[in-house]
């Protein structure tokens, strides 16, 4: 067991477990400068205090988890150790301090098939990757509610609660985050001109399409567009990056594991771009 300072980065869209009820990926940037991968964590029952947002440093006891083989991936080893280190308020967005933290002693990958090779013969699980060209964002459909035998497996699991206690606190256990029944996904060419299609997982975008589905009435398609215009033409506007990460499932079987777990997108600097 180790105390670790993380750096967060990546916050995935939690997803219902059987075994472990809500649960989100989390993963981020040690002092050293290499990845941390923590699995699993159900963020939303963390008090308020120790919830944590992208870009903020946190500390935790974690140990390698066993179960996963996959370089970066630790567990924490009880949730009561998680710290976060409140941010200092600042009116203009610190880009410059990120960067330095994120780039810090890592390859930029602009070739995909690179950074598959790392995967299947490394255990590498994530990586920085910058990509030659967007073509567009994509959006498909999915199943538009959570599979019931999780459900079921839920609400039983919330009859054998202790009657010592409160019902707020079972609601805040059993309380099941919003299904999102559209994936979302970026078309992009890498530095040789080859087209890839990666799923966009992160958190913000689930969030981003719930806040525009409320803003338009419950427009479902008008809310799509909405997501797809900031993630397209906002974001082709900056110096964008996609944090990759692998699934552990299917990390040793899939022709290219990697999924889009988070976008960093600081604004172009133009002194730099003169030279």
């Avoid at 710290?83 to 002693?105: D, H, S, V």
């Avoid at 609660?161 to 994936?183: A, H, N, R």
Wanted: proline share 4%.
């Amino acid at each position: 067991m180790e105390r670790k300072r993380i750096y967060i980065t990546v916050k995935t869209y939690p997803t219902i477990s059987s075994k472990y009820d809500e649960l989100v990926c989390t993963a981020g940037i040690l002092e050293d400068g290499s990845w941390i991968r923590l699995y699993p964590l159900p963020f939303r029952k963390l008090s308020n205090d120790q919830k944590y947002s992208k870009y903020q440093w946190i500390e935790a006891d974690v140990e390698k988890n066993e179960k996963d083989k996959r370089l970066e991936s630790y567990r924490v080893v009880n949730r009561d150790t998680i710290q976060a280190i409140p941010l200092f308020n600042t009116k203009k967005t610190p880009w410059e301090e990120r960067k330095q933290i994120i780039f810090k002693n890592k390859k930029i990958f602009t070739n995909l098939s690179k950074l598959i090779a790392l995967a299947k013969e490394k255990n590498v699980s994530f990586g920085i990757f910058k990509p030659s060209r967007i073509i567009k964002i994509i959006h498909e459909g999915t199943d538009r509610d959570w599979p019931k035998e999780k459900i079921e497996q839920l609400a039983y699991k919330k009859k054998q609660l202790s009657l010592f206690e409160t019902e707020d606190e079972i609601v805040k256990q059993f309380e099941v985050v919003q299904k999102i029944p559209y994936k979302f996904s970026y078309v992009f060419l890498d530095d040789t001109g080859k087209e890839s299609t990666l799923m966009i997982e992160d958190w913000e975008i689930g969030m981003l399409y719930l806040h525009c589905l409320e803003s338009t009435n419950g427009n479902e398609m008008q809310a799509l567009e909405k997501v797809k215009s900031k993630y397209y033409n906002e974001f082709i506007k900056t110096d964008l990056y996609f944090f990759l990460g692998t699934t552990l499932e299917f990390h040793w079987m899939a022709p290219n594991p990697f999924i889009i777990v988070g976008i960093f997108h600081p604004p172009i600097d133009k002194q730099r771009a003169l030279f």
